[in-house]
Structure formats: C-alpha cells, structure tokens
C-alpha cells in the first residue's frame, strides 16, 4: 500500500497513512514491563489496607470487601475550591487486586468498572458548573500512569476544550445538513469495511480510517446513546467483552496504552465512544511542526491483528 492522506469523519484533522513495507503489523520495539514487588506492594496507596478513607467517594461491593472503588484525587490539577482551576478530580480503582491488569478481569468485573463510570459521570453532571467530563485510562509509564496498581481516572472542568467545541459544531452542521448521526453512519459505512474488527448486537469495534496512532481502535454503541449512563446492562456486557479481547491483543504487543471517553454536557448529539491508543507511536518534527500525523501502521493492517 503506497502512502495515502486521510483526513477525520468529522474534524479537519489530516493523517498520513505510510505503511512499512515488509513490517509485520506487530513488528514494533516492545518496552521493558515493570516487574511488581513485594514491597511496593506494601506501600501501594490503591491496595485495600493501604486506601486513605476520607477520599472514598463511591463503591461497587460492600465498603470493607469493595470490587470497584472511586476515590477523592489528593493530587488534583482542578478542585471545586478553586475559581481559577474549577473542576473535579477522582479516581477509580479497577479491582483490589494489586496484580492484576483490567485485561485480567472478568466479563463480570469490567462490566462493574463501566457501571462506576457510569455513576460517577452522573453525579458529577449534577454539578450545573461542569461543562466536560473525561474518563481515561493510562496503562504503563510511557501511557502516563504513575501507579501500577489497575486504575482509571475522571477528569471533569467548568469549560470545553476548544477543540470538542468545534466537533460539537461540525456534528451539529452534519446533522441538519444529512438528518442524521455522523458516527452511526460511521458505524454503518465501518462494519463492512476492512477496518472491521468485532460486532453483537449492541456492540461494535474498529479501526478508525484517519487513525492518528499505531493500532487505535475504537469501541461504539450501536444506539445512538449520549454518554455511558444510558448504557443498559446488555451494552455494558458487550463493551466489557470487547474491551477484554482488545486489550488481551495489546498485552501481546508488549505496549502502554490509553483509553478514553468524553461528556460534553450540554451536547445532545453526541455518539458515545471510546478510544483505544497503543503507545507505540512516536511523534517527531513533522507531526510537532505542521500537527499532520505520520502513521506507519495502516488502520486495515491494525485490524487484521486484532482479528487474528
């Protein structure tokens, strides 16, 4: 496959596909994973002996035999307490378990983590001043995580970042242009397309055309829903069982990862989806220069590895 210019489903962002010839999809520098011992897990801060309880916010389980847990940030970039940075921070323990990666879970336990995501995004949409909510994941050091312990993150501000302002706007514009959703006629157009990668009846996987990073993925509802809450527990189980395989396929490429999610609050016409992005990009000149982004691995060879 010869380079190609790509550009977003939606936004005017630009990619260029440039395949490595004779480069088998997963032909990649695999970083060093960190080893757990014995005394960092003594000290972890996640584990349930080591859980500071006046942070606790919410759990899924009993409070003494929790399988999920949100906690208060202690290190947070925006508090309530703060006009100048307002906003809320927490964090979502996966499991109790110091081991295990969410990959490692069960169906049962990560349908568990989405139900937290769930409750947390709405009960901070109660809060009339927050405009954004975002739900990630940093999986591995080079992802940004800073505790090895299995955890998620909510990251929620009074204001939009600009660039979901416009995507706002531009969906907007494409629906009362063509009447209906951008990202269900994406989902249409995408399930018979090379960059199919798994679907049941209320859940799909792919990769996306323009993809900005090595192996992105993204996961989708099949219903046109605005954000996580308004999952029913059929979806939830799906997602968790696609999420599992995806992330089982990372584990194989040896790479940190992220996942993400938004909430633009007072944004209707938004089609809930998650992104999945291996680590194994690096940006340099030409991406940091001109912000068009350099792929070598194709969205189409992306999709044939997480088929195999």
């Known amino acids: 496959m010869n380079s190609e210019i790509r550009k977003d489903y939606i936004q005017d962002k630009y990619v260029i596909i440039a ?18 011992s014995t005394e960092s897990q003594k000290k972890c801060v996640l584990c349930p002996d080591g859980i500071f309880k006046n942070l ?3 759990h899924i389980g009993s409070l003494k035999k929790w399988e999920v847990l949100t906690l208060e940030n202690p290190f947070p970039a925006v508090t309530i307490n703060n006009p100048k940075a307002y906003g809320i921070q927490e964090v979502i323990v996966d499991t109790p378990d110091h081991i295990k990666e969410l990959e490692d879970l069960s169906i049962e336990h990560i349908s568990k983590v989405l139900e937290m995501y769930a409750k947390r995004t709405k009960a901070i949409s109660k809060n009339k001043k927050i405009e954004y909510i975002l739900i990630f994941k940093n999986n591995g050091g080079r992802a940004g995580a800073s505790l090895q312990h299995s955890h998620s993150q909510i990251f929620a501000t009074n204001f939009l970042p600009p660039h979901l302002f416009d995507k706002s706007q531009k969906i907007q514009e494409y629906k009362l242009k063509n009447g209906t959703c951008v990202y269900c006629d994406v989902i249409k157009k995408e399930s018979k397309s090379p960059r199919f990668v798994w679907e049941d009846k209320n859940i799909i996987a792919f990769t996306p055309y323009a993809s900005m990073h090595n192996y992105e993925i993204w996961i989708l509802p099949k219903r046109h829903l605005d954000n996580i809450t ?12 696609v999420l599992k395989i995806i992330l089982k396929k990372i584990e194989i490429l040896g790479l940190p990862y992220n996942y993400y999610f938004h909430q633009v609050i007072h944004d209707e016409n938004q089609h809930l989806y998650m992104k999945i992005i291996p680590r194994g990009s690096v940006w340099a000149g030409v991406e940091i220069g001109s912000g068009i982004i350099i792929n070598p691995i194709a969205p189409e060879d992306a999709a044939k590895f997480y088929k195999k």
Do not use: C, F, M
């Open 19 to 36: 395949p490595r010839r004779g480069k088998r999809p997963h032909d990649i520098v695999k970083p060093a994973v960190p080893t757990t």
């Open 56 to 58: 606790i916010k919410d």
């Open 230 to 241: 308004y999952l029913n527990q059929a979806e939830k189980k799906s997602w968790a069982t």
